[in-house]
């Protein structure tokens, strides 16, 4: 075992991180990073858009939280659609896909993840 919590899976590519169980010391729980990611960014658009509707928050300052999460999802959603494009896997919560379905779903994430990216982009150029 590895004493660095990342390692990237040699099926399908993508990043995990291997955490010490609980229950045994000799196991470790397995969480995709991307989907780590994914979990953390929720509370922070909540707690932006919650002291924004509070008025803790001016619309530039919720306009770039905003463009900053679109741009992580799309950076996140590309790199997911490239790795099941290139391995034939694709992974949405706890089912796996393979072959042609995989790769429609892939290749679905990667352009919606590259519009998400460029909205992030334009986002954070109008913002002050």
């Known amino acids: 075992?590895?004493?660095?919590?990342?390692?990237?899976?040699?099926?399908c590519e993508r990043p995990l991180f291997l955490l010490p169980s609980i229950?045994?010391?000799h196991h470790r729980s397995v969480l995709s990073a991307i989907d780590v990611v994914k979990i953390i960014m929720l509370p922070v658009m909540a707690g932006a858009?919650?002291?924004?509707?509070?008025?803790?928050?001016d619309v530039d300052s919720y306009a770039q939280?905003?463009?900053?999460?679109l741009l992580t999802w799309g950076i996140i959603d590309v790199w997911d659609g490239t790795a099941g494009l290139r391995?034939?896997?694709d992974k949405v919560r706890k089912?796996?896909?393979?072959?042609a379905v995989a790769r429609k779903m892939s290749l679905a994430k990667t352009i919606f993840g590259s519009a998400s990216?460029?909205?992030?982009?334009?986002?954070l150029l109008m913002v002050r």
Do not use: E, Q
Not at 65 to 69: D, L, P, Q, R, T
């Open 65 to 69: 939280i905003v463009a900053v999460a």
């Open 49 to 57: 858009t919650i002291s924004f509707a509070m008025g803790r928050l």
């Open 95 to 99: 089912r796996i896909h393979r072959g």
């Open 1 to 11: 075992m590895s004493r660095y919590p990342g390692k990237i899976c040699t099926l």
């Open 117 to 123: 990216m460029v909205l992030g982009v334009i986002g």
């Open 87 to 89: 391995t034939g896997m």
């Open 23 to 25: 229950s045994s010391r």
